[in-house]
């Protein structure tokens, strides 16, 4: 994977919970957290690597640390339909100009919704124990099932 489109220099250096955090009844009714540093007007034509995010926006958090399964991707089989990117509800997917390019391992959940939705066989995506080895899970990769005849 290109390192430069992994995302932000800022994203998930965090530990959330780590910061000091204000009470429930010290908040000012109607403070807004603006997730962008500067001028957002524009954020939704930027990709996520180009966007300035303030340092209490969750994109700069590891906010996974409690997921215990993981999806491990095989760019070999892939054929870039971007489901996963459509479904994935954490948007966890990182897909530019139409190529999947692997899995915000920082906010991916482990729900496994990305791997019920890819299409090829075997499939590009599967569900690993949250220690797996990538590296040596892709060498053991499932071959395709032929149809029962
Ligand atoms: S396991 Fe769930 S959260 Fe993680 S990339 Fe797949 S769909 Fe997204
Ligand atoms: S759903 Fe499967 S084939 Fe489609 S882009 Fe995602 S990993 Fe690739």
Redesign the pocket.
């Known amino acids: 994977m290109s390192k430069g489109l992994e995302g932000n220099a800022n994203r998930g250096v965090r530990e959330l919970g780590a910061e000091e955090k204000v009470g429930w009844d010290e908040v000012t009714q109607g403070v807004v957290l603006h997730s962008f540093v500067g001028e957002s007007k524009n954020a939704a034509f930027l990709k996520p690597e180009e966007r300035v995010y303030n340092d209490f926006n969750s994109y700069t958090a590891t906010v996974a640390s409690w997921r215990v399964i993981k999806p491990i991707?095989?760019r070999d089989?892939?054929?870039?339909?971007?489901?996963?990117?459509v479904?994935c509800p954490d948007t966890s997917?990182i897909?530019r100009d139409k190529q999947?390019l692997g899995i915000d391992y920082d906010h991916c959940k482990g729900c496994g919704v990305?791997v019920e939705?890819?299409?090829?066989n075997p499939?590009?995506?599967l569900m690993f124990n949250e220690a797996a080895d990538n590296d040596a899970e892709l060498e053991n990769w499932p071959v395709k099932e032929k149809k029962a005849k």
Do not use: F, G, R
Request: charged share 10%.
């Open positions: 991707y095989n089989i892939c054929i870039d339909c971007q489901n996963c990117w479904w997917i897909s999947m990305c939705v890819c299409p090829t499939k590009s995506l």
